[in-house]
């Protein structure tokens, strides 16, 4: 069939789902996955095509979750990373490995690899969720985006592991070594592409001051650092996830989130369509009974592993929210079946049985993280408030300053005087370079973007200060702060011609610039005349 077909109906169908189930406040990925089961029973589709596609999905997010993932915090969170993701890795990994090979009487090393697959959550729906709900700041977050991180590195042992079972003229030990040497290859070449050459490219982009020529160059060094990582035998998310901790450190960080996160909203949500495609329908009928017995028993057991192993580290209430979490089986999982299946590893029926399987447990999850503070207090009656982690680069209480020319300058020399927290942001790189010299706050990016005040944190912030003086776009910027924060105070530094009915809001308070220097000038003509 046509492939320009197949988009059409994916987005009709998607749209009977989606719209409906919104109004139930059910999370859109719902929908996907449902659109790719019954796209998969009527259609005939290019599943590898789409299955391509949606693994940029896949190398958007991690990029942008290396961009908010500095060297720095990366150091601060070793103990999430490393250990919390090891211990899940190997207790939830090995235990599944043993059930399974008891079960189904498989080989034990291609049970242990099952096993391993399952270990994995879904960093795909759960830092989505989690970044849309603002719990990704929280203890439960930071321990569940951790976990992610390692077990998104822990993929390549598994794929590994495969390589030697399915070649057993592969040496171990070369294997290990051949991955060490490319992962370390690939560090050193992304490290030094994105901390001299990236954002030289990206500056010299940015004073184009064209936001296509912008967006084009983040999309070249996604991509390219995907490609860099898959020459070296790595995944193309490894490299994505490292490019976008080096570009982190530099002054674009939060305008670069802003214009990729619609880019990988919409392939995300191919990905989840390309997950539903991957179901047998008939398969699922004839055996849902055991099918869901099997994804009930994986999403209890796996949470109460993850609960027995956080518990030694955390609080009882931060270990279940943690647990129910990453219950589910993740993305990377389908690679592992998918390869199993390649080499006739397992057997149809028990493959078609997990893919399923995995798929009502990635459908149960936004469901789970919607209730997960009634579920929590089913087992923990303490309900005292989780108070989000403070960091350095989400201050709280602070004052945002949109526009940092020699108004906006001269605002934050006050604000740094008075030692008022704050944050100032400008499209202007130059008067960006300048800011950082002085040792401001300023950021590079466009404040009339939502996703960019959010990024902001303007849900915090006591007021807003726009020195931009231009009318049409303080008037954008301000709708857009009102819309995601309805209680805070703008002060508007203006012109004459801005007028007060452009906000019609009581929460807008403008200052004219040009009046307040007549007022100025009379008031010291007046005190010469005394």
């Not at 690939?186 to 004073?207: D, E, N, R, W």
């Not at 994804?295 to 949470?303: E, P, V």
Request: hydrophobic share 50%.
């Amino acid at each position: 069939m046509d492939l320009t077909l197949i988009i059409i109906f994916i987005l009709f169908i998607s749209l009977l789902f989606n719209i409906p189930l919104s109004k139930l406040k059910i999370p859109p990925i719902i929908g996907y996955i449902f659109t790719g089961i019954i796209i998969t029973s009527i259609l005939d589709t290019p599943k590898e095509l789409i299955e391509h596609i949606a693994e940029f999905g896949i190398i958007f997010l991690m990029f942008l979750i290396g961009v908010e993932f500095s060297p720095d915090k990366l150091k601060r969170m070793k103990k999430e990373v490393f250990l919390f993701g090891t211990l899940e890795m190997l207790i939830v990994g090995v235990t599944f490995g043993f059930i399974i090979q008891f079960i189904f009487k498989i080989e034990f090393n291609i049970a242990l690899i099952l096993g391993g697959s399952l270990a994995l959550s879904s960093t795909a729906i759960v830092l989505k969720l989690l970044n849309e709900s603002r719990e990704i700041s929280k203890p439960y977050g930071n321990k569940s985006l951790g976990i992610l991180l390692f077990q998104d590195i822990a993929v390549i042992p598994i794929l590994i592991a495969i390589s030697i079972i399915v070649d057993k003229n592969l040496s171990l030990s070369n294997m290990i070594l051949q991955t060490i040497e490319s992962f370390i290859g690939l560090v050193i070449i992304i490290y030094f592409v994105g901390k001299y050459i990236a954002p030289f490219i990206i500056s010299k982009a940015v004073k184009t001051k064209s936001d296509e020529i912008f967006l084009s160059t983040i999309l070249l060094i996604v991509i390219a650092s995907s490609e860099v990582a898959h020459f070296f035998g790595l995944s193309y998310s490894l490299g994505a996830f490292l490019a976008g901790m080096i570009i982190s450190e530099t002054p674009f960080k939060h305008q670069i989130e802003a214009d990729l996160i619609p880019f990988r909203d919409l392939l995300l949500a191919v990905f989840f369509v390309s997950i539903g495609l991957s179901v047998d329908i008939n398969f699922t009928l004839s055996n849902f009974s055991i099918i869901i017995l099997y994804s009930l028993s994986i999403l209890i057991f796996k949470a109460i592993l993850i609960f027995l192993i956080l518990q030694f580290f955390t609080t009882k209430r931060v270990a279940i929210k943690t647990a129910l979490t990453l219950s589910q089986v993740g993305e990377f999982a389908f690679v592992v079946l998918a390869l199993l299946a390649k080499y006739n590893l397992v057997n149809n029926q028990l493959l078609q049985t997990l893919i399923v399987a995995v798929v009502i447990s990635m459908i149960l999850t936004p469901f789970i993280l919607k209730n997960l503070y009634k579920i929590v207090s089913l087992f923990d009656k303490n309900i005292k408030t989780e108070m989000p982690r403070l960091k350095p680069a989400k201050i709280e209480k602070h004052i945002i300053v949109i526009g940092y020319s020699q108004i906006g300058e001269r605002v934050c020399s006050k604000l740094n005087y008075k030692e008022i927290p704050y944050i100032a942001i400008d499209k202007q790189i130059e008067n960006v370079k300048v800011g950082i010299k002085r040792g401001d706050n300023v950021i590079f990016g466009n404040a009339s973007e939502k996703n960019l005040l959010e990024a902001l944190n303007i849900y915090s912030a006591k007021s807003v200060i726009i020195t931009t003086l231009n009318d049409l776009n303080t008037s954008l910027i301000t709708k857009n702060i009102l819309a995601l924060n309805p209680n805070i105070k703008i002060i508007v530094i203006s012109d004459d011609k801005i007028e007060k009915k452009m906000f019609q809001q009581n929460r807008v308070i403008i200052v004219n610039k040009n009046r307040e220097i007549s007022n100025k000038i009379i008031n010291l003509i007046n005190r010469l005349g005394d």
